[in-house]
């Protein structure tokens, strides 16, 4: 079964820089696009980074994405990283990518990021 | 500006069906450029895709919920609907309609603000 996996916690320090994985199984990602979404419950989520680093008008330059794995390597893997760190950063994070062979959008399992 | 908002019950039994509706304003919800997904949240857990359409042709639906979702398009009234059939306490959810492009799948760049759905005896 197709999965991202993802830390389920981390947390930082204001100022600090965070990286947060979110790692492939079972199937290959190698052309594949990673987004990350910022989510606040009882707030829309807010996209963050599309085709792996790309960012949206609206999102800081602190907030930065990147992939890694060549095409038909299995287990690559993609990261968000936040450079930086405010209170306001204070969310889920979430992965997501589209799984060709199921022609489905799957999402990592969250990350909780704690600003302390 | 395009924005999305989610109407439906909130209240469900089990074995029911659940229908929603997502009403786009300031787009046409039959430009070719966008496709229009349904993803939720259930309570504890993670964001979940259900599925998309893209005008009133291509329809995607997740592995997982295909056997008992129904997505739908009513362009006279722009809106994107969902139905789940046999709903049961598992389906309890924050439920989202939000658009992606046809370049970036998976980039939802605009999301509705969602609607609770409570499924219980």
């Known amino acids: 079964q197709s999965v991202l996996t993802q830390p389920p916690s981390m947390s930082a320090a204001p100022g600090e820089r965070v990286s947060i994985s979110c790692s492939a199984t079972d199937f290959n990602i190698g052309d594949s696009y990673f987004t990350w979404y910022q989510y606040v419950p009882g707030t829309a989520p807010r996209l963050l980074i599309y085709d792996n680093d790309k960012r949206p008008s609206g999102t800081p330059d602190r907030f930065s994405g990147s992939k890694f794995g060549a095409s038909g390597s299995p287990g690559a893997s993609a990261t968000l990283a936040i450079t930086g760190l405010q209170t306001g950063d204070e969310a889920h994070y979430y992965c997501a990518t589209w799984e060709r062979s199921l022609s489905a959008v799957i999402f990592g399992g969250g990350t909780k990021l704690t600003v302390l | 500006q395009v924005q999305l908002h989610e109407s439906g019950p909130g209240l469900l039994k089990p074995s029911q069906t659940l229908s929603l509706t997502c009403t786009v304003s300031?787009?046409?919800?039959?430009?070719?450029?966008?496709?229009w997904n349904w993803i939720r949240q259930p309570a504890g857990k993670g964001l979940e895709w259900i599925g998309r359409?893209?005008?009133?042709?291509?329809?995607n639906y997740s592995p997982s919920l295909k056997s008992r979702v129904t997505m739908s398009i009513d362009t006279s009234k722009n809106e994107l609907s969902l139905e789940v059939d046999s709903v049961t306490a598992a389906d309890t959810a924050v439920y989202f309609c939000?658009?992606?492009?046809?370049?970036?799948?998976?980039?939802?760049?605009?999301w509705g603000r969602g609607t609770l759905v409570t499924v219980s005896s």
């Open positions: 939000a658009r992606s492009s046809s370049q970036s799948w998976e980039a939802f760049d605009i």
């Open positions: 359409s893209h005008g009133t042709i291509t329809i």
């Open positions: 300031g787009g046409s919800i039959t430009s070719h450029s966008y496709y």
